[in-house]
């Protein structure tokens, strides 16, 4: 199973102050050499955290693959167009929500999801759509032509170690099978953390998995220790 990392918070990090450190591009580079085989960032219509310049230049200095998560919107596909990632994923957007809430109808908008994954996908983009798991969703997504879902692992990390956590695995499992029987590639991503994936190696043939928050988390507190005492030395 490969790794994508998700480094938008970075950008996060980096906008709070408005200037230039902590760098998505040194972040991508570090995921790169310990293991990550793509790098995700989502541009936003509100560009709170990755920016146009950030796609730009990642596409230039990613080793692996940029993996850009986006709206359906056409803003958003000119841009995938002019910068030709490795592959969209294309995700439903709302100003107000803190992440991405749910994953995409495509069920609800088969022609208008089908006519976006088109000149994407005859560009040489592969598109993914981000989709809750649910079979309706699958079927749709099979029909639109993308090569990829990625699941939403949402409620199954929400629902970790409750009472609901197998009902909600079951259906990451089901989904994944029809997927792949429908011969769709399956990658799944959202809320996995350092906890609750191992269950993921029980869903076969998942392709990658895209995991930001947790990572960037993990990373403050492995960091930490280090990067106060290299200071302390400084100030000594
Ligand atoms: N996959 C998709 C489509 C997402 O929107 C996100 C969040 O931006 C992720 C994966 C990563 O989620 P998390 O940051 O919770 O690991």
Redesign the pocket.
């Known amino acids: 199973m490969l790794l994508g990392v998700?480094i938008?918070?970075i950008a996060t990090l980096r906008n709070a102050r408005g200037g230039v450190e902590p760098s998505p591009v040194l972040a991508a580079e570090i995921c790169e050499q310990n293991g990550a085989t793509s790098i995700?960032t989502?541009l936003r219509e509100d560009r709170r955290h990755i920016k146009d310049e950030d796609v730009r230049t990642l596409i230039k200095t990613i080793k692996t693959k940029l993996n850009l998560?986006m709206a359906v919107t056409d803003e958003m596909q000119k841009i995938a167009l002019e910068i030709m990632p490795a592959s969209v994923?294309l995700?439903p957007e709302k100003r107000q929500e803190v992440?991405?809430e749910g994953g995409l109808d495509v069920a609800g908008q088969l022609e208008k999801i089908t006519k976006f994954v088109k000149p994407l996908k005859d560009a040489g983009i592969v598109v993914s759509l981000?989709i809750d798991p649910a079979a309706e969703q699958v079927r749709a997504s099979a029909k639109t032509g993308a090569q990829f879902i990625?699941l939403?692992t949402g409620c199954y990390s929400n629902a970790f170690g409750k009472d609901s956590e197998e009902k909600e695995f079951q259906k990451l499992f089901e989904a994944a099978k029809l997927a792949q029987s429908l011969g769709l590639r399956v990658n799944a991503?959202?809320?996995?953390n350092y906890e609750n994936v191992f269950r993921m190696h029980e869903i076969p043939d998942l392709y990658e998995l895209?995991?930001?928050?947790?990572?960037v988390s993990k990373a403050v507190f492995t960091g930490l220790a280090q990067a106060v005492s290299e200071m302390k030395e400084l100030i000594k």
């Not at 991503?189 to 996995?192: D, E, N, Q, S, T």
């Not at 895209?210 to 990572?215: P, T």
């Open positions: 998700n938008d918070h995700t989502h998560e994923c995700v992440t991405t981000f990625e939403h991503g959202h809320g996995l895209n995991i930001g928050h947790s990572i």
